[in-house]
């Protein structure tokens, strides 16, 4: 017993030091950020503004996407539906009765939400809390299949959302969707919120209930065999990702002022599948870079759908959609040679970057 | 009164009866051996013991003082009761650390809700302190604490058994059920696994029960053996008693009769 005392103390010292300098660390690359993000305010133009608001959102939507896809190992394909219903209910929230009047053309719109307006802050949150007790709901009939099943069922479930938001007129005024929601989005939001998702997630999946979602995804058989309730835990991963989702699609609606159903078919999904697979199922850093660097890459990439002149020869037309061509290709790709993705299962952290540097070694990080 | 009583525990597979009618009572403080050939329905037996399985008919009675009914509950409601298995295919989280994979064992009593470690609360922090602790003092018991940060697919085989039984052992059971803990062991690791495995049982207080087809092992450990063949029990005893018995020695060999053609 006194060798585990001893153990425990040297191990406990080491890690109380290192993690006040990785505290401090962090805590210095996000003021960076916010730094950064205060110049981009200022000087940058409307259309970087807008890439690194959707990088924030991007971030939001992978890193809880691959709660419960990667740390989780649940395969589901339903974010697009969380997404759209956090930003139904926080654009009509929002909307003033007169704004509502304008949009619900065809159908008025439904009494007893006609006369709602609520500030921005209350319908993200609200927003966020729909796609969580959905989730809520969802999950209890969901969670009795596994694998590939669940993967349909989730599909389905994303459609079934968009097919009644298509339909519910005098809710979402159907395809038509909404104009003129109020754009009450900027930077401070949207990475506000990829920043508290981080943090919130990050939090759950270094503690007791992460190793227990981690135990489900490696061996459901076991964690429940040693006291783990595996129902209870995918349903806790799913609403708490749902959670996120629901506010960062508030912040997309608020962003881009125009939502209809077909902003949130099966192709958002897509995107987000691709993000985490290329970042690394399991690693929520390697999210965020895959999250920026597909935001990113699909800005650059708008060259290839303009026409291209090749050496003045001939002229090729430009191909709409081609990016999500080339981004189809880069995921058969790296799903053939690069299965682990950017990061695999392992997460950035300050310890392995201190590695790097020549005579910085220090011992493995606990 | 008994720790556990099954009664006419019956399990059918469509035509096949795996195993069936099993009656067992196990005493408080009993080290008990399951052994039978092959196929004779032995983990179907810790399967529905522990809630993987429900049996098609019998009952299971935990504390048989307080009445505690088994049958239909699943197998993280049926540790929390304080029954813990290892398996005989190992079954550890291979991804995670030898240190994690104990810890993983503490999460089923974590008191703290979800939200306890995303605000940092001190009452999340005093368990998950505990938790580190309790792991690391079980994983300096069965020598494996120089390698708590080791990744545990990475470890020996022999390794890989123990982390299996301290695991169970984190749940802090009152009975445990061990699948051919021996199971690829050599002879030397063997008796080392016998020691552990008699002063787990004293220093936790536990009931075992344990599949084995290593006799010697079988024969030096257990105080009592049950021998099943084809799911049918076909004898019980002491086991100077079992290792004289016709029917568990044709059971094993074969009838004679055959042999001797």
Known sequence: ?366 | MALLESSNLTMRFGGLTAVDDFNLRLLPGELVGLIGPNGAGKTTVFNMLTGRIRPSSGSILFHTDQQVNIIGLKPNRVNRLGIARTFQNIQLLPELSVLENVMMAWHGRLKSPFWAPIFGLPSYRREEEAMIEGSLELLDRVDLLDLVDTEAGNLAYGQQRRLEIVRALATRPSLLLLDEPAAGMNPNETNDLMRLILEIKQDFSLTILLIEHDMKFVMGLCERLIVLDHGVTIAEGLPEEIRRNEQVITAYLGERRRADH
Request: aromatic share 14%.
């Open chain 1, 1 to 366: 017993m006194k060798d585990a005392m001893q153990y425990r103390q040297a191990r406990q010292r080491w890690s109380t030091k290192n993690r006040r300098r990785n505290r401090i660390l962090t805590l210095a690359a996000v003021l960076c950020t916010c730094g950064l993000l205060f110049f981009a305010n200022r000087f940058a133009d409307e259309y970087q503004i807008r890439i690194l608001n959707m990088v924030a959102i991007y971030i939001t939507l992978a890193v809880s996407y691959n709660l419960i896809n990667g740390i989780t190992g649940q395969f589901s394909l339903e974010p697009n539906a969380f997404v759209a219903l956090g930003a139904y209910s926080s654009a009509l929230l929002t909307m003033t009765p007169m704004e509502k009047g304008m949009n619900f053309i065809i159908d008025p719109c439904a009494p007893w939400l006609a006369q709602i307006c609520v500030p921005f802050l209350p319908a993200v949150i609200f927003g966020g809390l729909m796609a969580a007790f959905f989730a809520l709901l969802m999950g209890f009939p969901v969670f009795r299949v596994r694998g590939d099943y669940l993967a349909i069922v989730t599909l389905g479930f994303g459609e079934v959302i968009r097919v009644v938001a298509n339909n519910l007129q005098t809710v979402t005024n159907g395809p038509l969707g909404l104009k003129g929601i109020a754009p009450y989005t900027d930077l401070w939001w949207t990475w506000g919120l990829a920043f508290v998702t981080l943090f919130v997630i990050i939090r759950l999946v270094n503690s007791s209930y992460g190793r227990a979602l981690k135990a489900i995804r490696e061996n459901e058989l076991a964690a429940e065999s040693m006291g783990i309730n595996s129902f209870r835990h995918k349903l806790l991963a799913f609403s708490m990702a749902a959670f996120f989702e629901g506010m960062a699609g508030a912040m997309l609606a608020h962003l881009i002022t125009t939502i209809s159903p077909m902003l949130f078919t099966f192709f958002l999904t897509f995107n987000l599948l691709i993000i985490i697979v290329l970042g690394g199922l399991g690693s929520l850093t390697g999210s965020v870079i895959a999250a920026i660097a597909f935001t990113w890459g699909s800005e650059l990439l708008r060259a290839v759908e303009e026409p291209t002149d090749i050496f003045g020869w001939f002229t090729i037309p430009g191909i709409p959609g081609m990016r999500m061509v080339i981004f189809a290709v880069i995921l058969i790709a790296a799903m053939l040679f690069w299965r682990e993705g950017i990061m695999g299962r392992k997460e950035f952290s300050w310890g392995w970057l201190f590695g790097l540097v020549p005579g910085g070694k220090q011992k493995k990080s606990v």
